[in-house]
């Protein structure tokens, strides 16, 4: 990710830092329109338009609040924990199921992973290698199979290998976004027939890079399915994280992990100062 100065190409001279306009340096950091115009108007309220370092810090410690939200325990229950994956094509959910399973299994949690995406083979034999790769179970439906009752029969496998974790990656790729949130809504329903508290965890995974479009992303499979976490993904390029912290603002969703590369370990948990530091870094 760079920097919030680096992103834009600016530095400015001294001669010029009075005349910041802050207001477009946020929306072009992404921001989002709600967050940029609190913080504008903080700035103006203090008298700190025409002072940038203490104008910098200002901004640096509403971020520090608006991120300061604890990220939930996972697998700590008796029965197998579901973490549900939703988000649209090509944002990274399948990679991030695998990234997750890994990560949990190096903690030493028991993992399943439920390929719930059957509209494409393609995308069973992705996860399936990954799953063979890092030594977790494994539950896939025929192609074209209910997505929803893949869900299902994964969770009765991960109860009878004693799994903490049942981690259901799902299709991005339906003929409509309508279509899409349908389907994630009726897998919660029907693991909710397993488990009544499943899914434990609904996390929209989301390519870093579109900046606010996240934002309209994550409100849109918020309302329709209720999102408990972010995962932002491809953080590693040229990204424009300042999303993370208006989705924070608007809808009160935190990120959890972001997505720094291709390999299996490029997951790393969110962490507030590091986003802090990231995006003024430069
Ligand atoms: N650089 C980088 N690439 C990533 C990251 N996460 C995923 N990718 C790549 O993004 C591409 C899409 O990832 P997938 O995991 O297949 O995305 P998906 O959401 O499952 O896509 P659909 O199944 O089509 O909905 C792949 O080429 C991944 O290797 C990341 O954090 N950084
Ligand atoms: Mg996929």
Redesign the pocket.
């Known amino acids: 990710m760079k920097g919030f100065w680096r992103k834009l190409g600016r530095r400015f001279a001294p001669e010029e830092e009075e005349k910041i306009d802050w207001e477009a340096l946020m929306l072009e950091a992404d921001l989002g329109l709600v967050l940029t115009e609190r913080l504008t108007e903080l700035l103006r309220d203090e008298g700190l338009l025409r002072k940038p370092k203490e104008a910098e810090e200002r901004i640096r410690q509403e971020l520090r609040k608006i991120l300061a939200m604890e990220a939930p325990k996972v697998a700590n229950l008796e029965r197998p924990e579901v973490i549900l994956l939703v ?10 199921a695998a990234k997750l399973a890994f990560l949990y299994g190096k903690e030493g949690k028991r993992v399943v992973l439920a390929a719930a ?1 059957t509209f ?1 083979a393609a ?1 069973v034999e ?1 996860l399936e290698t990954w799953a063979r790769r890092i030594g977790s179970g494994f539950v896939a439906g025929s192609s074209g199979a209910d997505p929803a009752s893949v869900a299902f029969r994964a969770h009765l496998q991960a109860e009878e290998e004693k799994a903490q974790l049942l981690i259901v ?1 799902t ?3 339906l003929a409509t976004k309508h279509n899409l949130m349908l389907e994630a809504a009726k897998i919660r329903r029907t693991l909710a027939k397993r488990d009544p508290q499943a899914p434990h965890h609904v996390w929209l ?1 989301v390519d870093g890079t579109v900046g606010t479009n996240a934002l309209s992303q994550a409100g849109e499979f918020h309302r329709a399915v209720g999102l408990s976490g972010l995962v932002v ?5 040229s990204a424009k994280g300042g999303m993370i912290a208006a989705v924070m603002e608007e809808l009160n969703i935190p990120t959890l992990f ?5 390999k299996i370990e ?2 790393q948990r969110f962490d507030a100062e590091w986003y802090i530091e990231e995006f003024f870094g430069g």
């Open positions: 988000g649209v094509n090509g944002g990274g959910k399948t990679t991030t995406d494409r995308a992705q990656d299709a991005g790729r995974v993904t491809k953080l590693d390029g972001v997505g720094t590369g291709e490029d997951l």
